[in-house]
C-alpha cells in the first residue's frame, strides 16, 4: 500500500488547492456541492492506501528514491483523477442539468447533486474498509424508513457488488481475465440451458394437463 507521508501530503495538496503537475481551472462553472468533491477525493485516497504503486522489491533497494517516485506519483495521480476527471465529470453534469432544466434553477441544483453526490457516495462506500460499511449500514437500519426503500436499498447492495468486482476484475492479470470471462460464459450458457430446459418442462406439463 501507499505510505501514509504520500496520502497525507497529496490530501493536503488538495486541500490547499495547489497542484505541481495540472494546473487548476480558474472559473468553476458546475453548481455540484463541495461534499461530492471532497467524499470523490476521500475515496480516491483509500483507493491509494489499498494499491501499490511501485513494486516491493525496490522499497529496501533505494528506500529514498522509492520514497520519492510514490510521493509524485502519489500527488501526480490524485491531480489526474480529480482535475482531469472529477472536475470535467461535474461540468458535464452541469450542462446536462442546463440542457434538462433551462429555465428551472432549482431542478437543475437538485438534478446536479444527485448525479454528483450519489457516485461519490457509493464509490466511497465501496472502497471504504469493512468496518465502515457495516458500521453505516448498522446505523441506516436502525433508522426509521418506510417498507418501500426495501428496493432501493437492495439495488444499492447489488450496485456496490458490482463496482467491487469490477475492481477486483480490473486488478487481474490478462490471463487471469479471460479465465473469469470464459468462466462466466459457462455460467450464462449453463442457466440459459437450464432455463430452456426448465420452460420445456413446464409446458409439457400444461399439454398434460389440458
Same mark, same amino acid.
Given at each position: 500500500?501507499?505510505?501514509p507521508?504520500?496520502?497525507?501530503?497529496?490530501?493536503? =495538496?488538495?486541500?490547499?488547492?495547489?497542484?505541481?503537475?495540472?494546473?487548476?481551472a480558474?472559473?468553476?462553472?458546475?453548481?455540484?456541492? *463541495?461534499?461530492? *468533491?471532497?467524499?470523490f477525493?476521500?475515496?480516491?485516497?483509500?483507493?491509494l492506501? /489499498?494499491?501499490?504503486l511501485? #513494486?516491493?522489491? @525496490?522499497? /529496501?533497494?533505494?528506500?529514498?528514491?522509492?520514497?520519492?517516485?510514490?510521493?509524485?506519483?502519489?500527488?501526480?495521480?490524485?491531480?489526474?483523477?480529480?482535475?482531469?476527471?472529477w472536475? !470535467?465529470?461535474?461540468?458535464?453534469?452541469?450542462?446536462l442539468?442546463?440542457?434538462?432544466? #433551462? /429555465?428551472c434553477?432549482?431542478?437543475? @441544483?437538485?438534478?446536479?447533486c444527485?448525479l454528483?453526490?450519489?457516485?461519490?457516495? =457509493?464509490?466511497?462506500?465501496?472502497?471504504?474498509?469493512t468496518?465502515?460499511?457495516?458500521?453505516?449500514?448498522?446505523l441506516?437500519?436502525k433508522?426509521p424508513? #418506510?417498507?418501500?426503500?426495501e428496493?432501493?436499498?437492495?439495488?444499492?447492495?447489488?450496485?456496490?457488488s @458490482?463496482?467491487k468486482?469490477?475492481?477486483?476484475?480490473?486488478?487481474?492479470? !490478462?490471463?487471469? !481475465?479471460?479465465?473469469?470471462? +470464459?468462466?462466466?460464459q459457462?455460467?450464462?450458457?449453463?442457466?440459459? +440451458?437450464?432455463?430452456?430446459? !426448465?420452460?420445456?418442462? =413446464?409446458?409439457m406439463?400444461?399439454?398434460?394437463?389440458?
Amino acid at each position: 500500500m501507499v505510505s501514509p507521508p504520500s496520502i497525507v501530503a497529496a490530501s493536503l =495538496m488538495q486541500l490547499c488547492g495547489v497542484s505541481l503537475f495540472i494546473s487548476r481551472a480558474q472559473d468553476q462553472c458546475s453548481l455540484a456541492p *463541495s461534499v461530492a *468533491s471532497w467524499l470523490f477525493v476521500l475515496a480516491l485516497l483509500l483507493l491509494l492506501w /489499498n494499491c501499490e504503486l511501485l #513494486p516491493k522489491c @525496490y522499497t /529496501n533497494v533505494f528506500p529514498r528514491l522509492h520514497t520519492c517516485v510514490e510521493l509524485l506519483g502519489t500527488i501526480f495521480i490524485s491531480e489526474l483523477a480529480i482535475l482531469m476527471g472529477w472536475s !470535467r465529470y461535474e461540468q458535464l453534469v452541469h450542462h446536462l442539468s442546463q440542457r434538462l432544466c #433551462p /429555465n428551472c434553477r432549482w431542478c437543475s @441544483y437538485l438534478t446536479v447533486c444527485l448525479l454528483t453526490l450519489l457516485p461519490s457516495t =457509493m464509490l466511497l462506500f465501496t472502497l471504504a474498509p469493512t468496518q465502515w460499511r457495516e458500521f453505516v449500514v448498522q446505523l441506516v437500519v436502525k433508522l426509521p424508513r #418506510p417498507e418501500a426503500d426495501e428496493c432501493l436499498l437492495e439495488c444499492a447492495r447489488e450496485l456496490s457488488s @458490482y463496482v467491487k468486482g469490477l475492481g477486483y476484475f480490473c486488478q487481474l492479470r !490478462r490471463e487471469d !481475465r479471460l479465465r473469469a470471462i +470464459r468462466l462466466f460464459q459457462l455460467q450464462a450458457e449453463r442457466t440459459q +440451458r437450464h432455463n430452456e430446459e !426448465r420452460q420445456q418442462q =413446464m409446458q409439457m406439463e400444461l399439454e398434460l394437463e389440458s
